[in-house]
């Protein structure tokens, strides 16, 4: 695959998604053009990412001539808390950052989401840049300005929304990805074949094998169009009043068993899997979304070993959990709901009843 530019376009905050093998190289050259020559840079990553690309990007921005300061925090996400966010500023701190400065955020999306809001925090904004290495990351967090962490009640519950300079996407990072992680960031490359193109949908399920194998031209295709789609997402809808609101397709329900079952039971696009299908299978019954189709997205989620049981699970923790969520209104959940493969509507409330109904039936 050739490099691929994929811009969001949002004015005077628009930004460039470079996507392709080998794009970690070009880190130093576009930093330079972004900000140029000599900056402070405070990069930050986790303790997996140390052991593979953290030195290498580290070197490429000294020889160009940066200052650089490092800040590697724990795996997992748990890490996204007030604990490793103030981890974040005291480095900022002892780098000596300045309003010129910026900061990297090399991992997946547990790093992109928390370095992103050390750096709308720090100093009241500065300027970061994504270098996702996980594929939830590449096709999901790293785009789109969402940045922040979680609390003990519920995910993500503060934050900013800080959209980075530039996200670096290198797909040659997904070789050292473990399976499980692979196959959890294919759960947010699916949601965007039911909530808006039916045809990738249908791609996915035809190139199973090709994508398991990383197949340069299924990933680039998959990467490219779904960072495609929610580019043109956060283009129509950049601080979620309306549209964008469709990008959390299973992330009601989902959101709570990440929270209920403890952060790192599952991995995000785990619990999201389960999330969809329980969300098909309230708009079976809400806007009569044909049960063919949620047999379709259960096959497919298995073909990738993702989880679509919430078989064992409280439902009056995770209702619970649910109201606490940042997308409800009153203390009520709000859901996404699919209409046909490829199209749904915007949130829409539900009744307790029938969502324990459906709960009750489907575990």
Aim: net charge negative; charged share 25%.
């Amino acid at each position: 695959m050739s490099e691929e530019i994929v811009q969001v376009d949002l004015g005077d905050r628009s930004y460039d998604i470079v996507i392709g093998p080998g794009a970690l190289a070009e880190v130093s050259e576009r930093c330079i053009e972004l900000f140029g020559e000599g900056r402070r840079v405070l990069l930050v990553s986790d303790v997996n990412l140390a052991n593979y690309y953290f030195g290498g990007v580290e070197a490429l921005l000294l020889t160009a001539g940066f200052q650089v300061s490092g800040c590697v925090l724990p795996a997992g996400e748990s890490t996204k808390s007030v604990k490793y966010l103030a981890e974040i500023w005291e480095a900022a701190v002892e780098a000596r950052l300045d309003r010129k400065s910026f900061i990297v955020a090399l991992g997946g999306g547990v790093i992109g989401d928390l370095a992103g809001f050390g750096a709308a925090s720090f100093l009241r904004g500065l300027p970061f840049v994504q270098i996702p290495t996980s594929l939830l990351a590449m096709v999901d967090s790293a785009v789109g300005g969402k940045t922040g962490m979680n609390l003990p009640q519920g995910k993500n519950l503060v934050g900013a929304f800080h959209q980075p300079k530039l996200v670096l996407t290198d797909l040659g990072v997904l070789a050292t990805l473990p399976a499980r992680e692979l196959n959890a960031g294919m759960a947010e490359v699916i949601k965007y074949g039911v909530i808006w193109d039916s045809d990738m949908f249908s791609f996915i399920e035809k190139n199973i094998r090709a994508i398991l194998e990383l197949d340069g031209k299924a990933m680039g295709y998959l990467v490219k169009r779904s960072c495609e789609i929610k580019a043109e997402v956060v283009r129509q809808d950049e601080r979620e009043g309306g549209l964008r609101a469709i990008l959390n397709f299973g992330h009601t329900l989902g959101h709570a068993i990440e929270n209920v079952c403890g952060y790192g039971e599952w991995l995000h696009g785990e619990a999201i899997s389960m999330g969809m299908v329980y969300a098909a299978r309230v708009s079976e019954v809400v806007n009569g979304f044909p049960s063919q189709e949620t047999d379709r997205l259960i096959s497919l989620f298995e073909a990738f070993d993702l989880p679509t049981s919430w078989k064992g699970l409280s439902w009056d923790d995770l209702y619970k959990a649910m109201t606490a969520d940042k997308k409800a209104e009153n203390a009520l959940p709000k859901f996404v709901l699919a209409k046909e493969m490829g199209k749904v509507c915007l949130p829409v409330d539900v009744s307790v009843e029938l969502l324990k109904k459906v709960y009750d039936d489907g575990a």
